[in-house]
Structure formats: structure tokens, C-alpha cells
T-cell receptor, first 109, second 112 residues
């Protein structure tokens, strides 16, 4: 099955810093999503981005499907950005999201 | 936010007892899913449904059953709970246009 790897596993930032999170996947995909799991455990949809680039405020994402990776950019980080960021791709049967292990982000003031 | 609720939000139960978790959606999405989240394993699919009374197994389905009698409700049942089923359970929904999945708030289940 598809393998999803995220890096780095942990990231510690000062408020205001920028960061880039990476997601590599082992096969072609038709669906890639980025989620933020906040400290209360809620999974929040950030981007649905099987290819191309999208931006939403301080966050943007780029997926290069032909090279099997996606990047999540966080600019001017805030303490509320803390949590775990997951990349997930749809399996080839189209029945389940396959999640990476996540990047844990801690932003301090 | 997608209209997805899960109940209960927290439950403590004893080994061997039956447990049913409920997922309710107001989005009229056709597809519904149950995942569990465990440290070191991330989220893994338990069962999914692609319509009323149409369900199938996921990666970690042993010890679980599901039912879907209405579009808006998807039930997950642990017939006889075990300590290995202590986990956080998430429900998700999607439609068959782009399969973008949206998640409910989760249920934290502890089996003692």
C-alpha cells in the first residue's frame, strides 16, 4: 500500500518564525489533504490539494504529484499554530485516507 | 465546519462489555468512516460505509461491527470491549465527488 512520510517529526519555533513541513508519498495519488490537530484533539481541514498550490491566510501548500511530495508553509507563526500537522492521501481503492505520523509543532511566545 | 457530531465524547467501560459509538452528520454526505487514533500508529480505518446498509471493512476491523440504517447515522459497536480497544475514535464523512474527508470531534474510549 501507499506509504506516507512526514518530516520533520518535531519542530520548535519562536512566534513570528516561518516553517516548511514536508510530506512524501510512495505512489501516485488523486487526493491529498493536510490537517491540523489542535491541542484539544480536533482535526481541522487545512487543504485539499492533490496538485498545485493553494493559500489560506498565513498558510499555503504545494503538491508536486509527479515527484510525490507536498509542502505546507506556515508564515509568521503564532502560538495557536501549535499542534500536530498531518498529511493524508487516499488509498488506491478510494476507501481510506492513509495518514503520515505527523509533525508536532510547538510555537512559543 | 462540517456538521458532524459524535456521542458519547468520553466513555470508560469494563473489559467484556458491549459499547456503541454514534456518529451523526447533517451534511447528507454519502460516505462515512470510522478511524481510531493511537500513539505510534496515527489514524487507521476501522470500517466505512458508502451508503445506507452498504458497509465494508478497513485495516483494523477485528472486534468491531458497524451499521448504517439512515444516511445521517453511522454506528460503531464493540461487541466485547478489550483493553486494546482503548483509543480515540474519529468519524469522518465525504462525498463521492472529490472524497475530501471531514472529521468529527472524536470519542475517547477507555477500557479498564
Amino acid at each position: 500500500g501507499i506509504q506516507v512520510e512526514q518530516s520533520p517529526p518535531d519542530l520548535i519555533l519562536q512566534e513570528g518564525a516561518n516553517s516548511t513541513l514536508r510530506c512524501n508519498f510512495s505512489d501516485s495519488v488523486n487526493n491529498l489533504q493536510w490537517f491540523h490537530q489542535n491541542p484539544w484533539g480536533q482535526l481541522i481541514n487545512l487543504f485539499y490539494i492533490p496538485s498545485g498550490t493553494k493559500q489560506n491566510g498565513r498558510l499555503s501548500a504545494t503538491t508536486v504529484a509527479t515527484e510525490r511530495y507536498s509542502l505546507l508553509y506556515i508564515s509568521s507563526s503564532q502560538t495557536t499554530d501549535s499542534g500536530v500537522y498531518f498529511c493524508a492521501v487516499l488509498n488506491q481503492a478510494g476507501t481510506a485516507l492513509i495518514f503520515g505520523k505527523g509533525t508536532t509543532l510547538s510555537v512559543s511566545s | 465546519d462540517a456538521g458532524i457530531t459524535q456521542s458519547p465524547r468520553h466513555k470508560v467501560t469494563e473489559t467484556g462489555t458491549p459499547v456503541t459509538l454514534r456518529c451523526h452528520q447533517t451534511e447528507n454526505h454519502r460516505y462515512m468512516y470510522w478511524y481510531r487514533q493511537d500513539p505510534g500508529h496515527g489514524l487507521r480505518l476501522i470500517h466505512y460505509s458508502y451508503g445506507v446498509k452498504d458497509t465494508d471493512k478497513g485495516e483494523v476491523s477485528d472486534g468491531y461491527s458497524v451499521s448504517r440504517s439512515k444516511t445521517e447515522d453511522f454506528l460503531l459497536t464493540l461487541e466485547s470491549a478489550t483493553s486494546s480497544q482503548t483509543s480515540v475514535y474519529f468519524c469522518a464523512i465525504s462525498d463521492p465527488v472529490d472524497y475530501e474527508q471531514y472529521f468529527g470531534p472524536g470519542t475517547r474510549l477507555t477500557v479498564t
